[in-house]
T-cell receptor, first 111, second 114 residues
Framework: RKEVEQDPGPFNVPEGATVAFNCTYS??????FFWYRQDCRKEPKLLMS???SGNEDGRFTAQLNRASQYISLLIRDSKLSDSATYLC????????????FGKGTKLSVIP | GAGVSQSPSNKVTEKGKDVELRCDPI?????LYWYRQSLGQGLEFLIY????????KSGLPSDRFSAERTGGSVSTLTIQRTQQEDSAVYLC????????????FGEGSRLTVL
């Protein structure tokens, strides 16, 4: 099993749609979880951290299920500017500074 | 600028040549990472530096790859005897020690080995 696995995508959705991305991780000792966004031919940038209690930032909601080793990202009211690749990122174990990136899920929001 | 700076932005080289890629992290950031991203692939961890501690080299794919960080700031990634499979975008990132998760990436160095 790969360390971090994501939905293969691509996701093509109309503007205004709600879209959800899923991610599973293999190391039960992982403690830090993040979603990064990467625009085409650009560097990744942090979108949001994922907390145990779940967290929301505007139209974006992230959730963590430690028992299932599962992370999700929900985007409501999709905008054209949300088109990007979304990367699930997990640290490699308790106290580990090494961050493992998933391959990403590509989102295209269509007018 | 205030961000992570990488050079060169693009490098085309012939198989068998050595290349050096440079990263200038954000001032004050103690942690520095190198990743590489091949076309259509995820980011692959290469090496990590934290302050004066010994670097974590566990991600380097072969002994042709090496990296150093001088004075706790600028880092150089060296690839000796380049192979075509080394073609990728090499991304450097730095992190302020107080923030365990957020990595600030440079724009990358795109390496093409002919």
């Amino acid at each position: 099993r790969k360390e971090v696995e994501q939905d293969p995508g691509p996701f093509n959705v109309p503007e205004g749609a709600t879209v959800a991305f899923n991610c599973t991780y293999s190391n039960s000792a992982s403690q830090s979880f993040f979603w990064y966004r990467q625009d085409c031919r650009k560097e990744p940038k942090l979108l949001m951290s994922v907390y145990s209690s779940g967290n929301e930032d505007g139209r974006f909601t992230a959730q963590l299920n430690r028992a299932s080793q599962y992370i999700s990202l929900l985007i409501r009211d999709s905008k054209l500017s949300d088109s990007a690749t979304y990367l699930c990122v997990v640290n490699s174990g308790a106290g580990s500074y090494q961050l493992t990136f998933g391959k990403g899920t590509k989102l295209s929001v269509i007018p | 600028g205030a961000g992570v700076s990488q050079s060169p932005s693009n490098k085309v080289t012939e198989k068998g040549k050595d290349v050096e890629l440079r990263c200038d992290p954000i001032s004050g950031h103690t942690a520095l990472y190198w990743y590489r991203q091949s076309l259509g692939q995820g980011l692959e961890f290469l090496i990590y530096f934290q302050g004066n501690s010994a670097p974590d080299k566990s991600g380097l794919p072969s002994d042709r790859f090496s990296a150093e960080r001088t004075g706790g700031s600028v880092s150089t990634l060296t690839i000796q005897r380049t192979q075509q499979e080394d073609s990728a975008v090499y991304l450097c990132a730095s992190r302020p020690s107080a923030s365990p998760g957020e990595l600030f990436f440079g724009e990358g160095s795109r390496l093409t080995v002919l």
